[in-house]
């Protein structure tokens, strides 16, 4: 049978030496005389006692023994059968040790079962509970078994006691747990240390660990792995007094584990450290490090173009002392203080710099600084080949002539553009160094502006101004400053692409000032458009239906602007020209889309006022009319005759009603109506009286509307003739109707037309030619102006004898005309007039 056993509590002041197992028999509850189980003592706390006879009942008792002898047995065991175990699974893991206690965590220990069972042991698995809990309370530290034989066990409450017990398992299942430890109170003793890991000035890596509370027999025993390392090729163990270093030798991979140390006779001084593979390489970094020291550098070696294009080499040390040296190498030869070189070393900032005016081919190449501060070095390196070489040489050539630039006039901002919200372009520079004799020119193509074209200058911006830009404006334009200190120029090509860029920024700005899309009824369909703030011809736009470009290949939708406006006209909408319209702004980039939904309600209330539109212009265009105007006035002579003309239009042909004094008059041989073709009205007064003086109307009047035309007669006594020419002139001179002779003279009736007149302002007189006599101003003076009417008025006046068409107020040589409408016949001969002379016997 195999027995295990605990170590004792107090150890009696020296390390236990070894251990006496006991044995008796048990016979009808009798138990016999204790037999040494064995004469040897034994250094393990497990013992396989043999030659037992087979299913006898035994007790067992332990002694341990030191230096001072061997001490009081252990109460005896309870009585147990010697029987041979043939279970599967292992016995119970037994000496179970805590060690390295701190407040939240501790290290326990075990050794496997002695009995492995059926198959061997391959995990175990660590119970926890408080030592005040029931032992319902027991909990598993780890769900997964682990091979170890040792845990490390964290997340205790400090000042809280525990219990420990630890179950082993094999294929066959998990044995029973073993026995459970002392309490263990969650503590972190005071005077407690941790191993401290160091690394010296020549680069040797070690372990250390110091302990307060030593006696006279405490040891400090070393383990990798909770192995007692005995010795050991790789790791040298060096005591004195309280203080324990285990220095490795090598340190490499085969030094990874988990190392501690115990101090023996203490009250539990124990510690550890894990040696993963990254605690190893950078405890290897650190180490060549101290072997090999280097100076740390805050910055690499780099290079810096200063004013005047100077090129700057340098870097920044963390730290160099007072006997700190640097060389400066190029192309691993050695550089020294001159004309070309100069070189700066500050040691209370680290910075090493060194300077050069220029940079020439034979400078391209490899710059180092090699720093040495005692046995500490560090060197840091800057390759300027190939294309690196040649743009830093470039920009440096660029800072030289950029100062002596800056030191005239000089632009401080080159040539750009800018487009306004109100679509206009700028083309603006921003200038330095000026003054009052600086004189600012802009070109165009060579072309010298003038100040009148929009050029200003105002806060140190020197600016022109395209109010409506177009591809006239394209081109290279230039701005030159000079003076008595030198010259600058900027220039700004806006040809081909730069142009192109520069109407896709008026674009998106046309784009952006769009309004949204807007729906509006018309008496031809319905109409969509947008305003923008200004509209370019190079604009290009599409208008959208569904998505999908309109083709415009019929007359139905056309597109067009007006102004600032764009539109889209549907004529005849249908059912079909529903959905969703957009009109899409091209600026070269990502475009402007705006959108207005023509369905539904929208679609409807447009439809229904686009008919509602029609319908009156419809209406409007066929409604009754009178074209041609009437005067307002007209004088006539009694016994003379009236003929008046008027154009009618109108679909249906109107109904046509002469009225006087808003009475209907019926056509008679004294009032004779007419209407021919449907166009022309005709109202004829034959043998005028004083009678047929007032107002008189013409009415006419379809399905569409109704309009009228009305005049003043006039009927004057008869008060003699006169012979001579007479004229009707409008308000311009220009002769409208002409008188004829007298039929006495043998000249037949003719008529004489000026040009078309608009409509009428004045009253027309109507009247035989009047010779100058008493009486005649009066007559005269009650007479009004002659106006210029949009129709032609045909008056055809028949007297005795004589037939005067169109004949008007007559004119002589003894007869004024009134001021501005009434001209002579030596006043006024139109071209197309032929004036005719009459001997008259009343003359």
Known sequence: MVLAWKQPTFLGGADITGYFVDYREVIDGLPGRWHEGNIKAISERAYRVEDLKENMLYQFQVRAANMAGVGVPSMASETFKCEEWTIAVPGPPHDLQVSEVRKDSLVLLWKPPVYQGRDPVNGFYVDIKEAEATEESWRGVNEKATEKTYMKIRDLKEGVSYLFRVRAQNKAGVSKASQATEPILAETRPGTHEIVVAVDDDGVISMNFECSSMTKDSQFVWSKNYEEIQESPRLTVETKGGKSKATFKMPAEDDLGIYSCVVTHTDGASASYNLNEEELKKLLEISHDHKFPIIPLKSELAVELLEKGRVRFWLQAEKMSSGGKVEYVFNDNRLAQGEKYKMNFDKNTGIIEMFMDSLTVEDEGTYTFQLEDGKATNQSSLVLIGD???????????????????????????????????????????????????????????????????????????????????????????????????????????????????????????????????????????????????????????????????????????????????????????????????????????????????????????????????????????????????????????????????????????????????????????????????????????????????????????????????????????????????????????????????????????TVTGRKMERRKDSVILRSPVAKTEGADEILEEKEEIFTSTSSVVDTIETEGQTLDDQLISTSENLEAPQGHLVTEESVKPDDVTTHKTEDPRQ
């Open 388 to 750: 690196v070489f040649k743009d830093i040489q470039k920009q440096s050539e660029f800072h030289r002539k950029e100062y002596f630039r800056k030191q005239g006039p000089h632009f401080v901002e080159y040539l750009s553009y800018e487009v306004t919200p109100e679509c206009r372009v700028l083309l603006k520079c921003k200038v330095g160094n000026i003054k009052k004799e600086t004189v600012a020119s802009w070109y165009k193509d060579g072309r010298e502006l003038k100040v009148d074209e929009k050029l200003s200058f105002t806060e140190g911006v020197l600016s022109l101004e395209i109010a409506q830009i177009s591809k006239r404006d394209a081109g290279v334009y230039e701005v030159v400053l000079k003076d008595e200190r030198g010259k600058d120029t900027a220039t700004l090509k806006l040809t081909d692409q730069g142009f192109k860029d520069l109407m896709n920024a008026v674009f998106s700005v046309i784009a952006n000032s769009s309004t949204p899309l807007k729906i509006q009824s018309t008496d031809e369909g319905i109409r969509l458009y947008t305003f923008v703030n200004y509209y370019n011809d190079e604009l290009l736009v599409t208008w959208q239906h569904k998505d999908a470009a309109i083709a415009f290949n019929t007359e139905r939708i056309k597109s067009g602007v007006v102004g600032e406006q764009l539109w889209l006209q549907i004529s005849e909408p249908t059912e079909k020209d529903k959905g969703k319209y957009a009109i899409e702004f091209f600026d070269g980039k990502g475009g402007l889309r705006r959108t207005v939904e023509l369905t539904g309600h929208a679609f409807d209330d447009a439809f229904a006022e686009f008919q509602r539109l029609k319908a009156a212009a419809v209406a409007e265009r066929n409604r009754a009319r009178v074209a041609g105007g009437l005067p307002d006035v007209v004088t006539i002579q009694e016994g003379k005759s009236l003929n008046l003309t008027c154009n009618i239009s109108g679909d249906p042909v109107p109904l046509v009603t002469w009225l006087k004094n808003e009475k209907e008059l019926v056509s008679d041989d004294h009032f004779i109506l007419k209407f021919e073709s449907g166009k022309f009205a005709n109202f004829i007064i034959t043998n005028v009286s004083t009678a047929d003086s007032g107002k008189y109307c013409i009415l006419v009047k379809n399905k569409f509307g109704t309009e009228s035309g009305d005049f003043t007669l006039i009927v004057t006594e008869h008060v003699g003739d006169l012979s001579g020419t007479t004229y009707l002139t409008d308000s311009s001179g220009n002769v409208v109707v002409k008188a004829f002779d007298s039929p006495s003279q043998g000249v037949k009736k003719k």
